[in-house]
């Protein structure tokens, strides 16, 4: 069984295999072994005397009464980007995906599944595949367009009788950045298609990477990582972006936690993510850890002890219709409590999703944003385990498979902007001047 993102797609690759049956080339290799039934000739589905078949479908086609000892899945994201980047048409694949991967086989012990296609979104198909929980049986084969270290292709096909994987094929190139295929795709040709696709596109589809070199819209270098204790804050913030549910198909909700603090020598107003948490709750679950994490008073009472808290001193709460039900919910059990305050807050005060993350990037370029880090025993510096999911997320934003990190880490930092705590560079340098120019020479007491 063959199939594609649409049915025009799928015909043609089938016609393409029923030539390929029928040409002089094959027919003296192989013609010996089987004839194509003249019962069942058609160009979407033909049959040989030997019983097997070719059969076509396309995504969202019927699979009712199909099939397969091999799959073979091609394609199957249309490359529009008014497809790819949309979250109902990725989930419309995954859902054929997932029909043909879990009963369509003819035999679940034998039956193979081939996936060919060109990387589009970090939530595409192979996206899919490779975050899920039997990525193991799968065999990866990946080839960058230009030669990555960091990404060497090794294909395993199977293991000795001591379990140790054995090396059916690895990519025979070692220099960095090397072509894969110079004599078709030269460096002419590749350098055009990049400057032509872009950062994002050239990254996905040449380089099998849906995140361009260094991240997206907030580039991972951009990150400062602060080693050993913390400094003292000025002012501790948390963010919230809710989703009250268990279901594991929406996302999850999500907390990132702020400190405000100056830095050391030169008093510039910087800012680190100290914390961050993600996770599926219902309603009073999720007001109970948020309680917990933000406040080492509800900590033992709410049964958190393995939870870290902070002394948070205000938590905003994204004002929809499932955060009013939240920050309600906190201010009834925990008003009393006065540890911290409750606030909501509409993001949209600060245009959409993308809008706002570009509005948080020169803070980001401009060394204001630290992250909390750790350093391993090479020496190097690398971020703590909660912070690489905001990172990652953030680098890769708007493809990502889920934005909740994002969408805290954002609305957190344009709140801190708007409220005075953080000032850029030049803000704080001219402030400074103000205040000399400006204020009063003290006067004698006596």
Not at 216 to 240: A, M, T
């Amino acid at each position: 069984m063959c199939g594609s993102y649409n049915a025009d797609l799928s015909l043609k690759n089938s016609t393409l295999a029923r030539g390929l049956l029928w040409s002089q080339w094959y027919q003296d290799r192989w013609g010996s072994r089987f004839v194509l039934r003249a019962d069942q000739n058609t160009k979407s589905n033909f049959m040989t005397d030997a019983n097997g078949a070719r059969m076509s479908n396309s995504v969202g086609g019927s699979l009712i009464g199909m099939g397969y000892d091999c799959a073979i899945i091609d394609d199957p994201h249309n490359t529009g980007r008014d497809y790819v980047e949309s979250d109902a048409d990725r989930e419309r694949v995954r859902n054929w995906c997932r029909e043909i991967f879990s009963t369509r086989m003819n035999d679940p012990q034998r039956s193979a599944i081939v996936g060919v296609m060109q990387r589009m979104h970090m939530d595409d198909m192979s996206g899919y595949i490779l975050a899920g929980e039997n990525r193991r049986e799968w065999t990866h084969f990946m080839l960058p367009m230009r030669y990555d270290k960091a990404r060497h292709c090794v294909t395993v096909l199977k293991r000795d009788e001591k379990n140790k994987p054995i090396k059916a094929w690895q990519d025979k190139r070692k220099i960095p950045g090397e072509l894969m295929w110079p004599e078709r795709f030269d460096e002419k040709k590749v350098s055009d298609d990049e400057r032509e696709l872009g950062p994002y596109l050239a990254s996905s589809r040449l380089q099998q990477n849906p995140e361009p070199p260094g991240g997206g819209l907030i580039k991972r270098d951009w990150w400062q990582l602060w080693d050993g204790n913390y400094p003292p804050f000025s002012h501790i913030l948390g963010c919230v972006d809710t989703a009250f549910t268990e279901k594991t198909q929406n996302d999850p909700s999500a907390l990132t936690i702020w400190g405000v603090f100056a830095e050391p020598k030169s008093k510039l107003p910087k800012v680190m993510l100290i914390y961050a948490w993600e996770g599926r709750k219902e309603l009073h679950g999720l007001v109970e850890i948020l309680a917990a994490m933000c406040s080492k008073s509800t900590k033992k009472a709410n049964g958190y002890a393995d939870v870290p808290s902070f002394p948070v001193d205000r938590l905003i709460i994204e004002g929809k219709a499932s955060g009013k039900s939240v920050s309600q919910e906190m201010r009834r059990l925990y008003g009393n409590i006065n540890s911290f305050s409750v606030e909501e807050v509409n993001p949209d005060q600060w245009g959409d999703k993308i809008s706002r993350v570009t509005a948080v990037q020169h803070m980001f370029a401009d060394g204001m944003i630290y992250a909390s880090g750790r350093k391993l025993e090479s020496g190097k510096l690398e971020p703590r385990n909660f912070a690489k999911p905001v990172i990652d997320q953030m680098a890769v934003f708007p493809y990502a498979a889920h934005d909740d990190l994002t969408d805290t880490a954002s609305m957190a930092l344009l709140y801190l902007r708007q409220v005075g705590f953080l000032e850029r560079r030049d803000e704080f340098a001219m402030r400074q001047r103000e205040e000399m120019i400006y204020s009063k020479p003290l006067e004698p007491l006596y």
